[in-house]
């Protein structure tokens, strides 16, 4: 079927006299009706735009519908207004792995191009063919825009493609995603507020009461508002108690236990829930290994708790001889959380490094962002620092 049959969808409404396979991916810029429109027209009364309030923007979209053979849902279209600094897009649907195939803004220039899915590391990481890097996550997914530093992001109607895949072949799978849309319109201050909810899951026998006073947890705390404050950023820590279902998670391609963990934040109030736990481990050929955290996305889901990526899981557990990271990793897997990749990934064999997409950056291990982060390794740059000030989840402050 050629691309311009493509199916299109606003607001969760599907024309289903439309068809779409597995070879319509094409550039062409679709409205909720499928007719050819271009950059600057007027946007059609029958497309949705994001409601501005408070600074930010946010539209629920609706249901789309993703097709087993090819893994895509139909076109998606949304306007979004003038000024925006930051958008964010999250993908929701139980049990797939989820993405965006292809992904246009306002001025209709490609964010993600449908060729990364076949590139060396589709469908969990869009290194080439993505103006800004996407991870995918199982069950839900964010991806991320971020303005240059003093300008906005194209008004006018935006347009996008999910991907759906099975997480444990990576094969396309059907599903029915939920898709919103959260966008920053507040000026960026210099200066900005988190709020966070360190999770006490009981591991080591660590409650909110006990935590309170606990030595290693307080200077984690303190360490973890220090690195912070350098990128403008008040952390404000709430101690909550909650009912993990397990203190030993295991991380996998489908991330069940994860995201149960996660799931048991959803009564907490607004803020990222960091959970503490005794363990995180994956299982390799070669045996368990330890995990210091994980974030449930990169960014991970904006402006919600309990969901299946909403959080951020840490272990207390320590290695033979390791220097305690507590607040380092809190830290480390927080600014995933909010946008933020390794400047540098470990190296495979015979390969480049893999270095995050900043200018500002480099390999060196002082960086928070390392992908192998030490005690003192503390550092952001002034465009992480940007970046993380763009998240939905930092309320601006003079």
Not at 102 to 110: E, F, K, R
Request: proline residues 7%; glycine residues 10%; hydrophobic residues 45%.
């Amino acid at each position: 079927m050629a691309a311009s049959a493509a199916w299109a969808l606003a607001c969760g409404a599907a024309d289903p006299a439309a068809g779409h396979g597995a070879d319509s991916f094409g550039g062409d810029s679709l409205d909720a009706t499928g007719a050819d429109t271009a950059p600057g027209d007027a946007v059609p009364a029958d497309i949705a735009a994001l409601k501005i309030a408070d600074g930010a923007g946010h539209l629920l979209i609706g249901a789309a519908p993703i097709e087993a053979q090819s893994g895509l849902s139909p076109w998606v279209s949304f306007a979004v207004p003038p000024g925006a600094r930051a958008l964010t897009v999250t993908t929701e649907a139980a049990g797939v792995g989820l993405a965006l195939a292809q992904w246009q803004d306002g001025a209709g220039s490609l964010l993600i191009v449908p060729a990364w899915l076949a590139g060396p590391f589709a469908p969990w990481l869009c290194t080439s063919g993505c103006v800004q890097r996407q991870a995918a996550r199982p069950s839900a997914q964010t991806s991320q825009v971020v303005a240059a530093a003093g300008s906005a992001l194209p008004a006018g109607v935006w347009r996008l493609r999910a991907y759906g895949f099975e997480p444990s072949t990576a094969k396309p799978a059907a599903a029915l995603a939920q898709l919103r849309v959260n966008a920053v319109y507040a000026a960026d201050s210099g200066h900005g507020r988190l709020r966070v909810n360190l999770c006490l899951t009981g591991a080591l026998g660590i409650d909110a009461k006990i935590a309170a006073l606990h030595p290693r947890i307080q200077t984690a705390i303190k360490q973890l508002r220090d690195i912070y404050a350098t990128a403008g950023i008040d952390v404000e820590v709430a101690l909550r108690d909650v009912q993990a279902p397990q203190l030993l998670v295991e991380h996998d391609a489908g991330d069940a236990e994860l995201s149960e963990l996660f799931g048991s934040g959803r009564d907490l109030p607004m803020g990222i829930n960091v959970f503490l736990v005794e363990q995180l481990y994956r299982t390799t050929p070669a045996g368990t290994q330890a995990i210091a955290g994980l974030a449930g996305g990169i960014p991970g889901p904006p402006l919600q708790v309990g969901g299946a990526q909403s959080g951020v899981a840490v272990s207390l557990a320590l290695g033979p001889a390791e220097d305690d990271r507590l607040g380092v990793v809190i830290a480390h897997e927080l600014a995933h959380f909010l946008g933020l990749f390794h400047t540098v990934e470990a190296a495979a064999p015979g390969a480049a490094p893999l270095e995050d997409q900043l200018d500002d950056t480099d390999t060196g291990d002082q960086w928070l962002m390392h992908w192998s982060p030490q005690a003192d390794s503390t550092a952001f740059s002034a465009e992480q620092a940007r970046r993380l000030r763009t998240s939905p989840w930092i309320e601006m402050t003079l």
